[in-house]
């Protein structure tokens, strides 16, 4: 069954605070949120309208910690073949929080 693309921000809280509840804070994964670079994300989509859906793969770079977390995306087209740049690169600009977490109101874990 498809996900809705939108939900009522109440909606998102209640999935927000089970997420919070069953994996960060039991230490089974050690971040709350990845924030992207919009002007970046905005560029890739731009460039490549054959972009039907965004892949966000959640990627590690070495010793582990969870600032060593990110989230790579890429986009795929309808036939489910990756959009990747000329030059090879795909989007990798993932801000893990609670190491990296947005200023003001956008660093609380629910939306308000």
Not at 62 to 75: F, P, Y
């Amino acid at each position: 069954m498809a996900k809705e693309s939108l939900v009522s921000v109440e909606a998102a809280n209640i999935t927000i605070e089970k997420y919070i509840q069953t994996y960060f804070n039991t230490g089974k994964f050690p971040i709350k949120s990845i924030s992207v670079d919009a002007a970046s994300l905005r560029d890739y989509l731009n460039n490549h309208t054959n972009i039907s859906n965004l892949k966000i793969v959640l990627a590690q770079y070495s010793e582990g910690t969870s600032s060593d977390l990110t989230a790579v995306l890429v986009g795929y087209d309808s036939n489910g073949n990756y959009v990747i740049n000329s030059d090879n690169t795909v989007l990798n600009s993932g801000m893990p929080c609670p190491d990296k977490c947005p200023s003001g109101i956008a660093g609380n874990d629910l939306i308000s």
